[in-house]
């Protein structure tokens, strides 16, 4: 069992930034792959950026059209935190956002954005951007 913990939402305004933090109860290294997802409510959750982890690196990292460019994934030194950096946001952004992991291989490229392959998850947390 895996315990994920996100943390670093909030209120900002657009063209700002925020970093999210994912702490996890064991290294990821441990989980093959780790993601960020978002949700709004009536919607359903999207992925936002998800990377193969094998070996506590981040490797072949892949992000949403939508983020591309914009947000970055990855992990503390010590292989039990993930973050998401996110910048330039936009009122776009604003959503619950969720960090995941999983301890198969996914696939490479997008195949890791799916959150149906998921089976740990945080508590999320909220981002909201305001114009």
């Known amino acids: 069992q895996v315990q994920l913990v996100e943390s670093g939402g909030g209120s900002v305004q657009a063209g700002g930034s925020l970093r999210l933090s994912c702490a996890a109860s064991?290294?990821?290294?441990?989980?093959?792959?780790m993601g960020w997802f978002r949700q709004v409510p009536g919607k359903e959750r999207e992925g936002v950026a998800c990377?193969?982890?094998?070996?506590?690196?981040?490797?072949?990292?892949v992000y949403a059209d939508s983020v591309k460019g914009r947000f970055t994934i990855s992990q503390e030194k010590d292989k039990s935190t993930v973050y998401l950096q996110m910048n330039i946001l936009k009122p776009a952004d604003t959503a619950i956002y969720y960090c995941?992991?999983?301890?198969?291989?996914?696939?490479?490229?997008?195949?890791?954005?799916?959150?149906?392959?998921?089976?740990?998850w945080g508590q999320g947390t909220q981002v909201t951007v305001s114009s």
């Open positions: 995941a992991a999983v301890g198969r291989y996914l696939g490479v490229g997008p195949a890791c954005l799916k959150a149906a392959d998921y089976n740990y």
């Open positions: 064991r290294p990821s290294y441990s989980m093959t792959f």
């Open positions: 990377a193969y982890t094998p070996g506590g690196s981040i490797y072949e990292p």
